[in-house]
């Protein structure tokens, strides 16, 4: 069941140039539970009074299965943004109304296929990095494998991208590839990949009998790798979607 509540924000920083990583507390002291992969609800007015809200995936990095004290989440500054203005201008200490969690892009345990490929743009990064805890304990049960294509336009657009190549370095069954669009690394790394997501995956070879995926991010992107992983023969069933949309 979602639930109403304020979060108070006890800590920020810009995760890259137009996105602000905020840490957040519930006022009431209560911890939230959450599955990775679920997002929530940040409730406000337009300056004309008018009720909106905006949804963000939950980024805690936790154990995988417990309620969190912190609620971290990722946003990115849109020009005009209605939103932009209520959380881009939070101050610490500052309080903003939520409800959640709510979603269903999680990691299902009735799911038996050996690789996971795991595609996200810009804040669509954000579920993965909750799911963490998730993915070490499936890939300590043998037989899986986990690849993350992540696309950015340029290097510092990469959010978290030290963190999941650190994880990568620890466990030999996730793989790491930052998709750069525009412009590459000032020192590339072998696990770089040049081009859009959806481009890449071509090289991994998607098949039915092996493959679950999970599209994350931008429409365009997500509707394009959808499109491909079909061609592949991916049943839909075995693709999981998530569409982040920029609003005003």
């Known amino acids: ?7 108070r924000l006890v800590d920020s920083h ?5 996105v602000r990583h905020l840490v957040f507390e519930r006022v009431d002291g209560l911890p939230l539970s959450f599955q990775p992969g679920q997002f929530l609800q940040v409730h406000f007015h337009y300056d004309d009074g008018t009720a909106t809200k905006r949804s963000y995936s939950v980024g ?6 417990s309620p969190v004290q912190q609620v971290e989440i990722a946003v990115s500054y849109v020009e005009g943004g209605a939103a932009t203005k209520v959380l881009g201008e939070l101050g610490h200490g500052g309080v903003i109304d939520a409800s959640g969690p709510y979603g269903r892009f ?3 345990e009735a799911d038996t296929h050996p690789r996971y490929l795991l595609l996200a743009t810009g804040t669509g990064v954000t579920p993965y990095r909750a799911m963490l805890p998730q993915i070490e304990k499936l890939l300590a049960k043998g037989g899986r494998e986990v690849v993350l294509l ?5 290097e510092t657009e990469l959010l978290y991208g030290e963190e999941f190549e650190a994880f990568a370095q620890t466990h030999p069954g996730f793989l790491f590839h930052g998709c750069l669009s525009r412009d590459a690394r000032a020192v590339p790394r072998s696990t770089d990949r040049s081009g859009h997501v959806q481009h890449v995956l071509a090289e991994l070879g998607p098949q039915a009998e092996r493959d679950i995926a999970y599209l994350c991010g931008n429409p365009n992107m997500v509707d394009a790798a959808f ?5 592949f023969g991916l049943p839909v069933k075995q693709i999981r979607r998530e569409k982040y949309i920029s609003s005003r």
């Open 227 to 231: 499109a491909a992983l079909q061609e």
């Open 60 to 65: 805690t990095v936790g154990d995988g299965a």
């Open 14 to 18: 810009m995760l890259a140039p137009t």
């Open 106 to 108: 999680c990691l299902q």
């Open 1 to 7: 069941m979602a639930d109403q509540f304020q979060l």
């Open 150 to 154: 992540y696309g950015a336009r340029n």
